[in-house]
């Protein structure tokens, strides 16, 4: 009888005890007593003004180079739209995030994956794929503990990704949801920020530092570019909302966001500290690199393990994972991913204990 009990891996979200919902009430009436006619209202199609200053601001570029939107995964699906066509080559990483690949699908995308090392993309790969004749007119980047690889593309490699991009002219999606949850380490300067020459278009979302229930998201691109998002922006959908917006405004100005990033980081490092320690302690033959911040784990169990079977098979015992051929184009039968952020630290030995059980019956 399957166990009811459920301790879940699965999704990558902060568990509810490291939302600041008492701040998010106080920014909530903020916004309404602050600016209740933008609030109620349509707004446009590049997001509540104070906002898209802020996030201008914070990347040290004009207001007209940043569109806000209804979650990051509506600025890569408006991204999609304008940069890919039936048949455009796409370079992905391998492993990458599985919605990424189902919007690059959709679109009918040529799809070229490249290895991610514990340092991030494989640049030298990259480098041979160019030079073999790909011509890329998007390669879709996650620099910052990568979803679902939990590693973080080094200074270097970063460097070497803007030179081929001006090389072999296409965009760097650099698509960065994780860049302030970083709870060790070095932090390495955006690529966004070391672009000259227009080649880079930046995402990122407040889902990870402040929830993701107020569906905030944004792009940062040159301005004729972003311009013609807006342009599609409105024709789909008028405006994003001004309400989840204004409410991030207000909980940043008061400095809630700091205090929240803080919670966020001090729980995820305790998380990912002792899901380490299971993992050697009750699967001593897996895999995996030890993320320095982020919400992801990616683990190898190694040859012969069916992580369909794993899967299936950890479900009934009150586990739940997800299976690592979601997150390739093919391969990745040996592999899970691990989403710690939602599983507080004390429930997360019991949680491998189970899956480690659950990998012995499916190789039973």
């Known amino acids: 009888m399957p166990n009811t009990d459920v301790i879940s891996f699965s999704r990558g979200a902060p568990s509810l005890d490291i939302v600041d919902t008492e701040g ?38 004009e207001p007209e ?33 599985d919605r990424t690949l189902l919007g690059l699908r959709q679109r009918r995308g040529e799809l070229h994956p ?59 999606f ?6 302030d949850i970083r709870f060790r380490g070095e932090q390495f300067p955006t690529m966004l920020s070391q672009d000259a020459q227009g080649r880079v278009v930046y995402a990122s979302s407040f889902s990870k530092t402040v929830c993701p229930g107020l569906r905030t998201g944004y792009l940062v691109g040159p301005a004729e570019l972003i311009g013609r998002i807006a342009k599609a922006a409105t024709n789909t959908y008028i405006a994003p909302n001004m309400f989840a917006q204004a409410t991030i ?36 033959n897996a895999e995996f690199v030890v993320p320095d911040g982020g919400y992801f784990l990616w683990v190898d169990l ?9 899967a299936s098979a ?18 990745g039968e040996s592999c899970l991913r691990l989403a710690y952020s939602a599983v507080q630290a004390d429930r997360i030995d019991e949680g491998v204990r189970r899956l480690a059980k659950a990998v012995e019956s499916a190789r039973a």
């Open 114 to 172: 490249v290895a991610v090392q514990a340092d991030g993309l494989d640049v030298d790969e990259l480098e041979a794929v160019l030079k073999g004749g790909v011509r890329p007119s998007l390669a879709h980047i996650i620099p910052n503990f990568q979803n679902p690889a939990g590693v973080t593309l080094s200074g270097d490699k970063r460097r070497r990704l803007l030179e081929l991009a001006d090389e072999y002219d296409f965009t760097i």
């Open 249 to 284: 405004y207000q909980f940043a100005q008061a400095g809630a966001l700091e205090r929240s990033i803080a919670t966020v980081k001090a729980a995820l490092e305790e998380r990912v500290d002792q899901l380490s320690a299971s993992l050697r302690a009750h699967l001593p």
């Open 65 to 97: 180079n940043v569109l806000v939107t209804n979650g990051s995964m509506q600025a890569d699906a408006f991204l999609f739209d304008e940069l890919v066509e039936s048949g455009s080559p796409v370079v992905v990483e391998r492993p990458t995030y």
């Open 302 to 310: 190694g040859e012969g393990v069916d992580c369909e079977k794993v």
């Open 314 to 331: 950890a479900a009934d015992e009150g586990v739940q994972v997800v299976k690592g051929t979601d997150f390739v184009v093919d391969g």
């Open 24 to 61: 998010l009430k106080t920014a909530a009436a903020a916004a309404l007593d602050a600016d209740p006619a933008r609030v109620t209202g349509y707004g446009t199609s590049v997001g509540y003004p104070p906002l898209r200053e802020w996030i201008a601001a914070k990347h040290e570029v």
């Open 174 to 179: 650099e698509d960065d949801p994780y860049l």
